[in-house]
């Protein structure tokens, strides 16, 4: 344990150089030590508060910038010409760090100085955060339409013009003319970003392991629980932060550092938008380095609390039932002081050295996985995480494309509603298992219940939704027929690119064109408004009556069930929250004590390996088989512009609904093992009483005789 310091006149132990500068001693020619009257004062630094509001920030800038690329995953999509599948792959790569060096963390412990550690960390994270920048400056200026650089965008490259006067200064790029260099950059850019998220990770391992275990160490034994609890209360805002940021920052457009002259005719509504999503990681890395300095200034070792919190003093001496003085006693011993002899791994680790620690890790962990209920609940929990997984990466793009709403609006309803309602679900968790006392039955019944109702819940989101509109051109059902032009031939003088996208609307039929040119449409119009400007297109000859008709996508005929389909969403994450504090029950009562510790590292490394790195991979993948229409860059497949949306959304929401069911058989399992190991237990415990019942008989009757003499 760390060093103590009482009040003034108590004796003071000082084993190393980070409490000899708190006491402020210096050593003398004649071997003692002279304190400064001034230096007596207790440092902010070596109270165990301020590092618990330190590390509360911390962790919630540390989540900030781990979530925020899942709120701005379709808007990079867009940006680099990325598929799902790729993207999916980058949100992953945060946790590939992580896990390859989450093992070792059991191993070093205390050996190291825990919060320098924890700030190098943050340092690392705020590099990654900077790098996931640098494709944004390295790259060109977006161009949302196929123009020359030195030509306006969105100008008479995509209007209806005869061969002969197509413009010869704006050539549509083909996949011909395509240089090395472009596809040099393309992939340097991807591997900037695959390192920034490696880092990243990286960065992220010391952080939350070093900072319970530091808070643990050195807080009153009473006061850790409130610590640890406010530290994850805090923390849990940092994804709802993350969405909240990024849609704030979507709102601007991508390239605000050096907009065009003739500034941008595009709405944040029209499918070609790409917001400043690189603006959020330098705030997200500012902020995590300011929340990194003061770990620079914190002792190896500090003394460690020795009082309890005068208001939790009250607050059970209200709320608590008396205990006995046997129980008290062994409350109020700490974990360093039981007298039981420890022999797990995170006991005999610092005994081990690093080819030691991996040769007993491995069996250690076997060991651990043969427990049936601690096996099951891992399960769930990865299919819970799966579950999550997928929904936190994909259902801004899946909002956006299947209700026509732009990347910050999503953004919005899932930061203010999903996460705090998710939240919530965790905080209720806590409550019901803490008030009613739960034991591992009542704890998986809580479990399968939440499990049973998130299920339920997710069943009517298959049918909130519209199927794609008509999109000329566009086969929008696997083996359907393209969608027709209403005047056939309507086209035939246009020389229209094949590869741009300039999407608009004809809102009276319900049609849309890939470019004003597919529509025939022969010149364009501006509307300027005080706030922004409307781009139209007239003179078309597919359309009925010649236009106009506006920029940009279609709206979707069922944008009006977008919030009663994010209620649903967010009521179902709140129940499935519920089973998070008593599943973790389930895996500390179910395994050994000294096994605790490991148990709880093999669980975070599982849901890693298992749930958070594969599933936006899987999500990915089967959001790009519902793709009808993908960009062509350089002869590769690019982004998707158009979706089947049935397909997607039954094929998305299936996804979900497949994991949640796996997390409710594997909780149905657990329930019925509880159930059975009772059953045992109970017949194990009558027939001990049955033996004792005849043995009493038995001596009872040798006594009778023996009292009749007397």
Not at 254 to 264: F, L, N
Not at 350 to 372: A, E, G, N, Y
Request: proline residues 7%; hydrophobic residues 40%; neutral net charge.
């Amino acid at each position: 344990m760390g060093p103590r310091i009482g009040p003034i006149g108590e004796e003071l132990q000082v084993p190393d150089k980070d409490t000899k500068a708190m006491v402020g001693t210096e050593d003398t020619p004649g071997g003692k030590a002279r304190p400064n009257p001034q230096d007596l004062r207790p440092s902010v630094f070596h109270s165990i508060k301020f590092f618990v509001l330190c590390h509360s920030l911390l962790q919630l800038a540390q989540l900030m910038i781990s979530g925020y690329l899942k709120s701005s995953i379709s808007t990079v999509e867009k940006r680099f010409g990325l598929s799902s599948q790729t993207s999916g792959l980058l949100a992953a790569f945060n946790e590939v760090g992580n896990t390859a060096l989450i093992v070792f963390v059991s191993y070093f412990g205390s050996r190291v100085h825990r919060p320098r550690l924890i700030g190098y960390g943050a340092i690392l994270v705020t590099l990654a955060g900077v790098l996931m920048t640098v494709p944004h400056f390295i790259s060109e200026p977006y161009h949302y339409d196929h123009t020359s650089p030195d030509m306006p965008q969105d100008f008479e490259a995509s209007l209806c013009l005869p061969t002969t006067e197509a413009p010869a200064s704006a050539p549509a790029p083909s996949n011909s003319s395509c240089s090395g260099y472009t596809e040099v950059q393309h992939l340097a850019v991807v591997g900037i970003m695959f390192t920034a998220q490696t880092l990243l990770g990286v960065g992220g391992v010391p952080i939350q392991p070093f900072g319970i275990s530091y808070i643990d160490d050195f807080a009153h034994h009473s006061n850790s629980p409130l610590y640890l609890g406010v530290l994850f209360a805090v923390t849990m805002m940092g994804p709802g932060m993350a969405y909240g940021l990024g849609s704030l920052m979507l709102r601007l457009y991508v390239d605000i550092d050096r907009m065009p002259e003739g500034g941008i005719s595009l709405t944040s509504k029209d499918p070609r938008w790409v917001g400043a999503w690189w603006l959020g990681f330098l705030i997200s890395a500012g902020t995590v380095a300011l929340a990194a300095i003061p770990y620079f200034f914190f002792p190896k070792e500090m003394p460690k609390e020795k009082r309890e919190l005068r208001f939790r003093r009250k607050v059970l001496a209200v709320s608590d039932p008396p205990v006995s003085k046997g129980e008290d006693a062994s409350s109020e011993r700490s974990p360093g002081e039981s007298p039981e002899k420890k022999d797990g791994l995170a006991q005999i680790a610092p005994d081990l050295t690093v080819i030691q620690f991996i040769k007993v890790f491995p069996r250690v962990m076997l060991r651990t996985l043969r427990h049936p209920i601690f096996l099951l609940v891992v399960l769930s929990q990865v299919c819970m995480s799966s579950m999550v997984a997928g929904m936190a990466t994909f259902l801004p793009k899946f909002l956006e494309r299947q209700f026509s709403v732009t990347a910050s609006y999503a953004n919005l309803l899932i930061g203010c509603l999903t996460i705090p309602l998710a939240i919530v679900g965790i905080v209720v968790g806590g409550i019901l298992v803490k008030r009613l006392r739960l034991g591992p039955m009542h704890c998986g019944t809580l479990c399968l219940l939440g499990a049973l109702f998130c299920l339920l819940l997710s069943t009517p989101l298959f049918f909130m939704g519209c199927s794609t509109h008509q999109i000329t051109g566009i086969n929008h059902q696997p083996g359907g027929q393209p969608g027709l032009e209403l005047f056939p031939g309507c086209t035939e003088t246009c020389s229209c690119p094949s590869d741009d996208f300039n999407p608009v609307c004809d809102s009276s039929a319900r049609v849309e064109y890939l470019t004003p040119c597919h529509a025939g449409c022969a010149s364009r119009v501006v509307h300027e408004a005080p706030d922004k400007s409307q781009v139209f297109y007239t003179n078309c000859s597919c359309v009925v009556g010649g236009g106009p008709v506006p920029a940009g996508s279609c709206d979707s005929a069922c944008s009006h069930l977008v919030l009663p389909f994010m209620i649903l969403v967010s009521l179902g994450a709140a129940l499935a929250s519920v089973t998070h504090t008593p599943s973790f029950m389930l895996i500390l009562r179910g395994v050994k004590k000294e096994d605790k510790t490991l148990a709880v590292g093999i669980q975070f490394m599982l849901l890693r390996v298992l749930a958070w790195m594969p599933s936006p991979v899987i999500h990915g993948s089967a959001i790009d088989t519902t793709c009808v229409y993908w960009a062509q860059s350089c002869g590769r497949r690019a982004v998707c512009h158009y979706y089947d949306h049935d397909l997607l959304r039954n094929r998305f929401i299936g996804l979900q609904f497949f994991f949640k069911t796996g997390s409710l058989a594997c909780f149905a399992l657990i329930l019925a093992i509880l159930r059975q190991q009772d059953k045992e237990e109970g017949t194990k415990a009558t027939i001990p009483n049955s033996g004792l019942q005849q043995q009493l008989l038995a001596s009872g009757a040798k006594k009778e005789p023996e009292e009749s003499r007397v």
